[in-house]
């Protein structure tokens, strides 16, 4: 039988990226063995979608080298890499129930040495929420917008400031909220210009679309508009 | 054969809303006929969905008596019903494409004696131009929002006024807009709580609800909150 | 890390309606943060769809204070609005699986002070069933119609009473029941003219939407039709 | 190059139906063909959803032969099968724009020899005109029902009558009718039990499931219930 | 509170087929409720989706006057009717998986003293067993074809057999077998004309129907074709 | 501005298959530079999805250079690939509206040099018309089916061969069978083990796919079974 | 009551692929009597879809004479088939969650006696994975691409071999993946030529499909291209 | 009657996009009366999804203010923005059919002072066709990919390069490539990390949101990785 896994440690030096271990549907073992796989070369690894019930019997033989965060479901192992020292991140999320997906986006960029601005809870049914917070969000050179439902949030931040803002679909709601794809899909035809999207929950993808443009940001030359 | 249509003329008497003749899927024969069927009864009658091409040779036999608006693609037989002395109604819409559809709901309140006031082109990606019309907005015991897209503005709105709100999606919009879809499945799943939703791009629709709102109001007791 | 809830207190006096707490995706430790912070402040709270499995570890933190509705999953905390002294709302459901959305309906609407008649088990596969109780039901000035798989009653109810009717579509039923979907797009396609509706399964919200209703009406000249 | 066609004149033995023509998609050399080769067999041919630009070219090659009906797109060549002698089918449309629908189903009776009674404009918007007509429909044996958007009608004339009951959808109606497949998923899941449904618009296909069911009925031996 | 549950005990004198009653999503608490006001009235009822475990605490209360059957998740209250003496159904499914389906209806047909012929797993893959078991088939004057996946079956009895046909699409597949709706889709647009069709695991509307047209037999007079 | 084309003339070379041209959505200009392109170097090329109304200023510029077949809307230019010298591909087709896709795959295998044998008109409605040809259709080492609907032709032939069997859904049907969608479907789940899909009205697809197992054959060693 | 199974023993002889047992919907007692009618007969069983939890009663009936593997969820009872003497089958696969379907594939071929090589976790967001090893993936008559999300490793593996290619959709993915339907569309719709599509995480069907391509091929005369 | 639009003239100020008049749903009355509210504002405006039948007309009014594209159906009227002078933008196209679409993206960064390079027919059914651009492709700092069917393109894009990678499905193909939903679907659900998407067809979109990137480099201090 062939072996289970190829990881890609060239990955971060092709693409400024890390592979991550996306930890749903695997076993285990398959795991721990890829945490030993990295362990012996580069001793960096961020893990996305990790339940509890999974991270204990990787505790139990990783021990702390893993830092868990239960409401994103992520791990790291090692240190983070060195601070980018770019603007942090702005991440505004709707409700609370958006918030494990808003910090899944959170760890990545932490994992990569780059800060955020979390905004919770500001949805648009209380707009005076959002308002009295946008001078500072506009201020941000990347805006991630997590929201469930309507992801009316979207449209309104992306028609106030003038950053990339990178709209982040949950899942959150039921019925027509159709598991995220009614959030997936008025963000994509938000009224807004300019507005990019990326799948449902990914707030690992989110976060790394951020680093995309923000690594891009830092090697070019500066310009006044 | 048998006869092929039984006009509901005691519908007016039973709910308060005449039938009126939805045009399209109908020839010009089958429509002219109910239009003589009613002149000869109560003489008054509204037409939607009526394409210039069909409204053409129903004024060649019909003449004046039939009153066309093209952008809303309405005909009024007659003279509307005495006026209903409410206040009137908000027409919200979110841009220039979606005027057609918030003109039929305003058609048809006009053929109900209701009087109505339209806020054309104030999408939330220009949020300024709803907020400096929204204490005029928030006076209106009824405001009617017609969106396509991603509907944002239904949101917006109904997290802004205490008034009832019918989101009127449209099918304004490509891609993933989905035809109506998208901004129908965002009015449902809305942030803010207590929107009512009719079908895409039936204006007729929720100026018939919004009359009935406008009615049962008129026969209740006045009451101070 | 920042604080992951910001209760919008000030929504009542702006939209007449409570925030209230959807308690799906919380955790009790969450759920159990709001209501101390509500406890503190006006010290009453609808929480909907909250389970038994967490309303058990609420009450040993929160007590009496918290009165729990297993059927319709609703628990409130300290006593509801001043009556509201308008006639009561009807609330029709088609048959017994829809009680629990109907009775979330009527457990938001005494929450806010408001009465209601509930109808059960009167679909139209029994029409004599519906037919006995319409006069009554025709005498309120809005009714809810709960009703899943075909969701006929909704058109039924529609073409029999010139009150504003919103249609509550549920997710009972299976296979092209579609979770609620068909009964939603039958309402939303409805011969009946004027018909609302709000999102699948949503009985808070049909009862947000009598309710502004209702409250505008309340404020509005009386005038004979 | 293969021959284009191969009619199937041994169908009416094997079940009891002659094979007809769909002509949608065929070329009017390709139906000429047919209808040629039939001549020359049986002499006898039902052509469905036949345009009239299609029916001119073969009117002038086949004459009168081809009795068209344009409001059906229905042309029957040679004459219709011996009467069956069984009681009348009734087809209850909901409205004026099921006609052509409903239509085609009837055409499809006549030519197999089967008398039927058509019930036009009778939705449920208007329960007075299905109620005022019901005894009559309760006698026929078999009840087709068409309807579109809601097809609320079929459930109620299911809760009704005794009969067997063939809902036949159309694409009446626009939005979330979704070219009829809201009308057929509510018959399906329709709450009265037993109703048997043909896809969206298929007249011809609900006419031959009542031949279906009449001819099994003529040969079975009497019993009172 | 309302009370809540309205038994329908005149649905048999009104359309020939008493109300059953659906177990999904009713507590046991319900079900008892319903069983003791049948019992003080009629004495006799079909019970449907009852689940094992659902069954244990009823045959608690109401002991061995529930005859249950775990293949088809259906209990029988009292004795069935009497019997219908009409040919008996055939009930064909395609796979062993799609037995608690066709079973569900061989046990609707039983309850209303209708006898019936199953004839499992012999689906189209192997088409040597359809065939020899065709001629017995065709001599039922109903035929419920029971089958998921592409349902292939349906459209082969269909053109082998001059009965009435009633596809039953079943659940059974995965992926883009779609929980049925491949199935469901597959049976309405079949090739063989005049099938009708039922919702998805339907087996008890599939029998209902059957009754519907063996029951309308029944009072007709014989004719020879 | 870019070359608008730069046409892959090594893919013959690189798999055994030359690019072809699909016509669809390029305008006469487009098509006529890549035939000239194309003349300049191997002089031989396949058209797919050209329009008659394309077809002629094409063949005002190219002349009788191009072939063209108005059935399968397919052009060649230049003499067809030397022949295959494998046993003809089986091309069976459920009715007369499949012939345009069936022939699309026959006109690709001609211009690869690979012979065909069509069976038009044989789907499952009529059984017989297959069983009577299943023996000569056997013995094709590759047999495409093409059907639209239910697609029950698929399942029954491969319950029938243990050629490979290639599913070709076509767009032909109304209503539920979805733009070919359910015949896709269907054929992805059929009962019969190992059939393989192309894309919806793709016969270039299926007979490239049938070049592809004929080119491996024909270099694999003989073995007897 | 009716016999459960017809077990289908002539499959073998009539399309070269044996019946196989797929598990899921099945209980113990029905898996294990067609075990027994196995044992009596051939002796030799695939049983596919069989969950740890079904497979322990099992063995306790039936020990090591089903060999089991719990990645494939595949038993096998009694000794593969003689090997087929073909070069081996490639499996590519994308992700190390791709492997249990991959594996299913595998444990197919294996039964029947024929070998496969596998080519785990190379998708195309680390190219060069892929890029290393496609000389000796291109050697296979038969290539196997089982791949979840985006699928895109398909039209990339297909635009570098000649051989015939089988596209293997997983349900890997979350979003809009769709459960795999994503990855099956865009294995349909690839812009490489001549792929072939089964079921999403259909292992099985992937293989028989090869095994029909193989056998046939096995008896086909050579000859050079 | 309302004013019909309202321009957004402080867009631009606001997010540093200016408004942009989508054509489609207009009239020529609508769009004209635009062009002249903003000749006398700011004479500078962008018109997209502008048919050649919409632009004659608004030629006869406005003359050679108005700079037409056909392909991409936009037009410019006055002078574009002063340089941006930033590296520029790759804009990657799979297929000649993607070209329209491609070349709006161009024509909104042109009209934005914004230089770009595209990279037309370079799709991955021929590798080579990217790989030999690739090294100039990833040294710019935005990578738009329109690609339509699977979209494959995007994926192995994403993982070549580390700039921003923008993925703009366009709705080439047919049957399920669904009008672009599964080159969307494959764009989200990609292997390669940190891809973000517009909505089908839409250059427009894609090119503001390589603006918003680009306009926020240029403001941000240089620091090297």
């Not at 072996?3 to 971060?12: N, Q, T």
């Not at 990295?38 to 204990?56: F, I, N």
Request: charged share 20%; proline share 5%.
């Amino acid at each position: 039988m062939t072996p289970e896994f190829k990881f890609d440690f060239g990955r971060g030096a092709r693409i400024g990226l890390d592979e991550a271990v996306f930890c749903e549907g695997k076993t285990v073992d398959q795991i721990s063995a890829i945490v030993d796989a990295v362990k012996a070369k580069t001793g960096r690894l961020l893990l996305t979608r990790l339940d509890q019930s999974k991270y204990e019997p990787l505790f139990a033989r990783h021990g702390a080298q893993l830092e868990f965060d239960p409401l994103s479901r992520t791990a790291i192992l090692g240190q983070p890499h060195d601070a980018l020292l770019m603007p942090p991140v702005a991440i505004v999320m709707a409700g609370t129930s958006d918030l494990p997906v808003g910090r899944e986006a959170a760890r990545t960029l932490a994992f990569a040495g780059q800060t955020c601005c979390e905004y919770a809870d500001i949805g648009v049914a209380g707009l005076w929420r959002l308002l009295e917070r946008i001078d500072e969000i506009r201020s941000s050179p990347v805006v991630i917008v997590a929201a469930g439902m309507d992801a009316a949030l979207v449209s309104v931040v992306g028609g106030l400031v003038s950053s990339a803002v990178i709209a982040l679909p949950t899942s959150v709601g039921y019925g027509v909220a159709l598991g995220g794809a009614t959030a997936l899909h008025a963000a994509l035809a938000s009224c807004a210009p300019g507005i990019l999207t990326v799948n449902i929950d990914n707030g690992y993808g989110a976060a790394c679309a951020a680093l995309r443009i923000l690594r891009v940001m830092a090697t070019l030359p500066k310009r006044s508009v």
